[in-house]
């Protein structure tokens, strides 16, 4: 009886795997970002896009409007992880809570680019999209929001140029990047960043790879094994190739300014100890003293939740409010915090700010 009772589970198992690979090969071509935008300005590789309104969104009454918000995202992803789809979209929740919208995709280095550093990303990808919206709009200052990566990049330029941020808000964003429990420090710490510089651009395959690694098991084997082993649909196999799809579609990084962000940020953690310059000009958090909301992921591998939670500590807004949410770093993107969480915090609190 045991037998034909292993034998009766094992012969389901198969066949819900049969059936879960089959759905796999048919969602293949699934396509992702959901929401209408338009390009309106570039740079280089740059492009910055603007979120058309939502049919239905609410509206503010009139003079009572949220400035435009700039969302700055990581250079090593790709951004619309933030817009995956319609169910799973923070780019969608926003815009349903009426924000105007505007999203800096840095599109993909080649050779070309090998030389481009963070201080011509800060000061001219990111400065010239701050200053596109804001003579756009006629208004002296927007909302920023930094995401990961780009919420380093967030603060940098916000130190440097107060008088263009009215607002600033960081999302999954490190600050400290000495804390113990921070792997990729470990990973990083020994890179000879001058090799970088001299080896060209890195590929998107080989930062994957070191992403992977940090949880090997639980970000590869795992997920597989529940996916393969559950009873899925056509849709839930969908969501699952539309995240794949996303993991594994990382742009190729600019030479100089991976290696200046390597060494300066992981290696030396000049964002808190001092000594950050962008080209001639000194980085000084105390300089931001706006409005700032800070939201971070306790269950953060990448960026674990005291290398953001510290950031109060070295800024000079006195209107300083945290949050830690209780997911992952990715989930701070589309599982359900984000999607009936984290949009609420956000414009909840731009329209207190407004």
């Known amino acids: 009886m045991r037998s034909a009772a292993g034998g009766g589970s094992l012969s389901q198992l198969t066949l819900r795997v049969a059936q879960t690979v089959s759905r796999l090969q048919q969602a293949r071509d699934v396509t992702v970002g959901c929401s209408a935008k338009q390009a309106v300005w570039s740079c280089g590789k740059t492009t910055l896009y603007r979120y058309l309104p939502l049919d239905g969104a609410a509206r503010a009454p009139a003079g009572r409007a949220v400035r435009p918000v700039l969302v700055c995202f990581a250079l090593v992803n790709r951004p619309y992880v933030l817009d995956l789809q319609p169910d799973r979209s923070l780019v969608r929740r926003l815009l349903e809570a009426g924000l105007q919208l505007?999203?800096?995709?840095?599109?993909?280095?080649?050779?070309?680019?090998?030389?481009?550093?963070?201080?011509?990303?800060?000061?001219?990808?990111?400065?010239?999209?701050?200053?596109?919206?804001?003579?756009?709009?006629?208004?002296?200052?927007?909302?920023?929001?930094?995401?990961?990566?780009?919420?380093?990049?967030?603060?940098?330029?916000?130190?440097?140029?107060a008088d263009d941020i009215a607002n600033l808000i960081t999302l999954t964003t490190p600050v400290d990047f000495h804390t113990p429990d921070n792997l990729l420090t470990k990973w990083v710490r020994d890179i000879d960043t001058g090799l970088i510089e001299a080896s060209g651009n890195v590929p998107g395959e080989m930062l994957n790879g070191l992403f992977l690694a940090l949880m090997p098991l639980r970000l590869t084997q795992h997920k597989y094994v529940r996916l393969l082993s559950a009873d899925a649909d056509q849709r839930a196999i969908e969501d699952f190739v539309r995240m794949e799809k996303w993991i594994f579609d990382s742009p190729p990084q600019a030479a100089a300014a991976l290696a200046q962000f390597v060494r300066w940020f992981y290696q030396e953690n000049r964002l808190i100890r001092g000594g950050l310059m962008i080209g001639s000009r000194h980085v000084d958090l105390k300089d931001i003293r706006q409005p700032l909301l800070n939201l971070y992921a306790l269950e953060d591998h990448i960026v674990p939740p005291a290398a953001s939670a510290v950031l109060g500590e070295y800024v000079g807004s006195r209107d300083y409010s945290a949050c830690a949410i209780a997911t992952g770093h990715i989930g701070m993107y589309v599982s359900r915090a984000a999607r009936e969480e984290i949009p609420g915090r956000i414009s909840s609190w731009l329209v207190r700010h407004r």
């Not at 800060?122 to 920023?144: F, K, M, P, Q």
């Open 102 to 161: 505007y999203l800096i995709d840095w599109g993909d280095p080649d050779d070309a680019d090998r030389h481009v550093d963070l201080e011509e990303y800060i000061e001219r990808h990111l400065g010239g999209s701050v200053r596109h919206i804001l003579t756009t709009h006629a208004i002296d200052s927007l909302n920023l929001l930094g995401v990961c990566q780009g919420g380093v990049l967030s603060l940098c330029y916000t130190a440097l140029h």
